[in-house]
């Protein structure tokens, strides 16, 4: 149970971190596929009773993106899906059709707001806009026939008949419908025009970032072709246009970070630090002196659960319950009164070191002048107090003080530091060496 909480922990930690560094490695290239739907806007027209909704198409897109600095990414689109119109008009001329296939691929800049300079680079919410140049293909056809090859008739009253309008003597005419089955190419009977152009995309979106790498946005294109016949007709100079809006997931490929490229994780998996035969994560001592025997978790052997290991404690078979010292012997009274005669063999020590007349102001004096000593030592930076006396350098100066002496040994008393007692000596000796 603890080597899974402690697996989980390290995956949560591990993600928390992944994540973080993923937000600052740079977007190299973005992938993106999508979906939406078209409108076409162009010389055909609808009535109040037609839906506009026969006029939307959907349509597929793909995109690269590459990103230069942190404002502006150049973006290779391609769009793939319909075109359609659908006229309707008691004017017997105006009841045209078309629908066309719609092929476009070009090249767009973007201009990101997600940039430090509008909105925070890591906001989960940003617009953009972008401006290209595309080549587009189209292909219009037009419903002109029933599923049985029979040609529409409008009459001026909106329906649709199999003859013409007053064509119906001897009652030989019969209403039929369309049925949208796209099935005749259209040409115009003067000019034989290209069935490709160019077109301007211009869009506005928003970015929605589940992840650092995983992207959703939201996008309305409004496309401004050089053609006016993509629906077969050229009534005007108004050149045809659409809309596509849409929706799109993109994956950001990042920059790979090298700095662990000669880091041997496996080896780090399986490392055991202390050679106890434990490996690192699931062993809750990593610092197991060499030759020791211990538990499953990696801990020393301790026979009688004193908290002292076996080869630390000095009375291996310690009754349970009993209070012991860090060297697992019992604390008796004889022990205790030892303890004692120390710290009064330390204190007497100190007196005689310090003089009789080592009034606080006089230790406050000596502790000046080591501090000036120390300041006036320009022969490198870093302490030289030995290792082993470091501890009592409470302050981090470098330097020790008359009170952090007396912490020092207070503190060995108290059992809250790892001062024995001849470092306690070697302490009072560098007080005045230093």
Known sequence: MRKALLLLSIFFV?????Q???????????VGVGAGFTSFLGDLTLESNVSKLSNIRPTY?????????????????????????NERSKTIENNRNFESSLLQVGANF????????????????????SAGFHFMSFDPYGDLKDKNGVEYKYWDNGTIWDVNQGDTVGGTGSQIYRDYDYETQLTDSIESYNRWTFAVPLTFGLKWKFTPRLQGRVFGTYNITFTDWIDNVNANDNKDKYLYAG????????????????????????????????IDTED???????????DKSGCPLDADKDGVPDYMDKEPDTKAGVIVDEEGRELTE???????????????????SF????????????????????????GGSGSNIPLELQEADIDGNGIISSKEISTAIDGFFEGSNNFSVKLLHELIDYFFEQ
Do not use: W
């Open 247 to 278: 929706f799109s997931l993109h994956y950001v490929i990042k920059k790979k970070d090298h700095k662990y490229d000669d880091v041997d994780f496996d080896a780090l998996e399986n490392s055991d630090k202390d050679g106890d035969g434990v």
């Open 284 to 294: 809750f001592c990593q610092n197991t002196p060499q030759g020791i025997e211990v």
């Open 355 to 378: 003089s009789e007349d080592a009034t606080q102001a006089k230790l406050d004096q000596i502790s000046k002048e080591i501090e000036q000593k120390a300041g006036n030592n320009t």
């Open 110 to 129: 973007v201009f990101h707001f997600d940039n430090d300079l509008v909105i925070h680079k890591k906001s989960p919410f940003s617009p953009y806009i």
């Open 20 to 30: 973080y560094e993923e937000d600052e490695m740079p977007d190299v290239l973005t």
């Open 334 to 352: 004889e022990l205790l009164a030892e303890r004692m005669a120390e710290k009064e063999k330390i204190v007497e020590e100190r007196k005689q």
């Open 14 to 18: 591990g993600s928390t971190f992944a």
């Open 61 to 85: 897109n793909f995109n690269l993106e590459r990103r230069f600095g942190q404002v502006v990414g150049v973006q290779l689109d391609a769009y793939y899906g319909k075109l359609a119109s």
